[in-house]
C-alpha cells in the first residue's frame, strides 16, 4: 500500500518532467536532449517523494505541487551531471550507463546541468495555484535557491573539493554533508510542508526529520562505496578512498558507520512520533533508504 503511493510519487513526477522537457521539441535540442538523457536514467526519486510525502501529511494537494518536485529533482540531477565531470568526481559511470559528459561531451554535460538548473526555478516562479498562497510560493522558491547555492549544495561540494588529501574531524564530515547531501534533502520536506501551508512549528519537525535523514543517505553512502554491488550501485565502488575523499568508513569504520547510520535513521524516525500513524510513508522512506543497495 505505501509502497505503492511511493511508486505513484515517482510515476507522477516522471510524467510531469516528461511534459516539462518533451522529447525532439525543443529549440536547442543538443542540450535539452543531454539533460532528458540523465533526468530519465532510473533515479530513485526520493527527494520528490520526500516533498509529496510531507504536502500530504499536512493535508497539501499532492497533485498541485507536483512542479515542485519536478524541479527539485531538476537541481538533483544538474548536481549529479556536475559532480561526475572531470574536474569533480570524474566518474564514467552512473546508475549503470555512461555519465552524461561520455555520453555527450564535457561542454554539453555542463550546459545540461545548467539548463536543468535555470529551467527549476523558470518552472517554479511560474508556479500558480489558487489554494496555494504566493507567499507559501516564494518562501518555497528560496528555500530551493538557498538549499541547492553556497550556503547549501554548491557550498558543500565546494568544502568537499577542498578537503580531499586532508583528515577532517566527524564534526567537519557532518557539517560537510549536511550541506552537500543533507541541504536539499531537507529542502524536499520543507518545501512540501510550505507548499501544504504548514507553520513555523510543524516546518521545524519536517526539517529535523530531514536533517538526520540526510546524514544517514550520506553514510549509507560511503557504506555502499566500500561494500556495494558494482552492478546493482550502478557505478564503481572505490571511488572515495581513489580520490582521497573523507568518509564515515574512513574515519570511523564499517562497522561504526553501519551503527551511526542506524541511530541517525532512529532519531529521524523519533522526530515524526507526533504523527503515529499518519507518518507510516516517511518511516518507510527511512528505512528503505537504510536498506538501499543504490
Ligand atoms: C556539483 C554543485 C554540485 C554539487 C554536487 C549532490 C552532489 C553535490 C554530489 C553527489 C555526490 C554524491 C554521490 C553524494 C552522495 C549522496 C547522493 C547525492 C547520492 C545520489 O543521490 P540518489 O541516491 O541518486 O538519490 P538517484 O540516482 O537515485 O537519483
Known sequence: MIDKLMKNYALAVEKRLGELLPENSAEYRAVTDAARYSLFLGGKRIRPIIM???????GGDTASVIDFAAALEMIHTYSLIHDDLPSMDNDDLRRGMPTNHIKFDEATAILAGDALL????????????????????????SVLARSS??????GGQMIDIESENKTLTIEELKYLHS??????????GVCGAILAGADEEKIKAVDKFCFNLGIAFQIQDDILDIVGNEKELGKKTGSDE?????????????????????????????????????????LYIAEMLLGRKN
Open 149 to 154: 547555492g553556497a550556503r547549501g549544495m554548491i
Open 179 to 188: 550541506l552537500k547531501t543533507g541541504a536539499i534533502i531537507r529542502a524536499s
Open 118 to 141: 535555470n529551467m527549476a526555478f523558470e518552472i517554479t516562479s511560474s508556479f500558480e495555484d489558487e489554494n496555494i498562497k504566493d507567499k507559501d510560493v516564494l518562501k518555497a522558491i
Open 52 to 58: 509529496l510525502e510531507f504536502c500530504r501529511l499536512y
Open 242 to 282: 581513489q580520490n582521497n575523499k573523507n568518509t564515515y568508513v574512513t574515519l570511523l569504520s564499517l562497522e561504526k558507520a553501519e551503527k551511526l547510520s542506524r541511530e541517525y535513521t532512529e532519531k529521524a524516525e523519533k522526530s515524526l512520533d507526533l504523527f503515529g500513524e499518519k507518518a507510516g510513508g516517511l
